[in-house]
């Protein structure tokens, strides 16, 4: 009977630490008892922002090589330096809107970007390379847009622990969320 009634108490004190470990959400799952880590709200927020330039850059430069009449090579590179420039762009508006002078946005903007755009590129462009005749399907077929949606979603969630990492150490869009 004794031995019930302690095994009552020790579930009481798990539960207490089951709901208090609920609380904390997927910062004390990811990063264990430590609070340094950053919120995966934040770093989801981060890769989102970081793929809307992304996106809106590679589908254009896609639509000026091929209205053109680029090669694939041709059309790949404008459409990652555009979506270097987007993804830039994004961030540098916002912390000029923040206050900050062209010069020093520039660098905000460089810091927070470059690692992120670079790993959203080489996965989104991995895959349409990898995805067999996507690379030279037309703008009007199904499979160019599936390659490139199906290229981003993997670009993002490959790209959002990414973001968490560096926000986690006061890198990326860290840098950011301190002008905000």
């Not at 989801?44 to 430069?61: N, P």
């Not at 330096?81 to 946005?105: E, H, N, P, W």
């Not at 520039?106 to 790993?119: E, G, Q, Y």
Request: proline share 2%; glycine share 12%.
């Amino acid at each position: 009977m004794t031995v019930m009634d302690h095994s009552g108490h020790h579930h009481t004190d798990a539960h207490d630490h089951a709901t208090h470990g609920a609380q904390e959400g997927h910062v004390a799952h990811a990063g264990g008892a430590h609070h340094e880590g950053a919120p995966w709200r934040m770093a989801s927020k981060a890769t989102l922002h970081c793929l809307t330039g992304c996106a809106i850059g590679e589908i254009l430069g896609m639509v000026i090589g091929t209205a053109l009449l680029w090669g694939n090579a041709e059309t790949m590179v404008l459409a990652i330096a555009l979506a270097f420039l987007f993804g830039y762009s994004f961030t540098l508006f916002a912390v000029r809107r923040a206050g900050l002078d062209l010069k020093s946005a520039i660098k905000v903007a460089l810091a927070a970007d470059t690692v992120s755009i670079a790993v959203m590129e080489l996965v989104d462009n991995g895959i349409i390379a990898l995805t067999p005749g996507a690379m030279d399907a037309h703008l009007s077929d199904g499979l160019f847009w599936a390659a490139l949606l199906g290229g981003f979603a993997v670009a993002f969630l490959i790209t959002t622990p990414v973001n968490k990492w560096m926000i986690g150490r006061g890198k990326g869009h860290a840098v950011v969320h301190a002008y905000h």
